[in-house]
C-alpha cells in the first residue's frame, strides 16, 4: 500500500510534465488497482482469525500480489519507458486478480467454524 501511494504521489505531481495526459490516466489506472490489491492481501491476513483455511488464503494472496506486478507493474513500466512490448502483460495480471478474487471467495466458503 505505501508502493501505491509513492506511485499515485509521483503520478500526480512528478509526471504531469513528463507524459500525456493518456499516459497520466494509464498510470492512475495501475495506482487504482494497485490500491484496491493491495486491500484484498490485508484481507486475506484479517480472514486468517475468522477460521478461513491458511493455505487458500495464501494461494488467493499469491495471485493478488502476481496481480499487483504484472497489472500495475507493467502499466507503470509502459507510461514510464514506452515500451509497446509490455502491453500483452497487463491481461495477464488482470487474470490473476480474477482468480484470486475466486480463491478468496472460496475460502470464504470453504471456512471452518471457529471455536469460542
Known amino acids: 500500500m505505501l508502493l501505491a501511494v509513492m506511485a499515485g ?11 500525456s495526459a493518456r ?5 492512475q ?4 488497482y494497485q490500491v ?3 486491500l484484498a492481501l490485508l484481507v486475506c491476513a484479517l480472514l486468517l482469525g475468522f477460521g478461513c483455511r491458511r493455505r487458500w488464503l495464501q494461494v488467493a494472496a499469491g495471485f493478488f500480489l502476481a496481480g499487483i506486478l ?5 502499466l507503470y513500466l509502459l507510461v514510464l519507458t514506452d515500451l ?6 497487463t491481461p495477464l495480471g488482470g487474470v490473476c486478480f ?4 475466486l480463491v478468496l471467495a472460496i475460502a470464504g466458503i470453504r471456512r471452518t467454524p471457529v471455536e469460542t
Not at 84 to 89: A, C
Not at 98 to 101: I, K, L, Q, T
Open 9 to 19: 504521489a509521483f503520478g500526480a505531481h512528478g509526471l504531469r510534465a513528463l507524459v
Open 23 to 27: 499516459g497520466l490516466e494509464v498510470f
Open 29 to 32: 489506472t495501475a495506482v487504482t
Open 36 to 38: 484496491y490489491h493491495s
Open 70 to 74: 504484472l497489472f500495475s507493474g507493467s
Open 84 to 89: 509497446p512490448g509490455l502491453g500483452p502483460v
Open 98 to 101: 480474477m482468480v484470486g478474487w
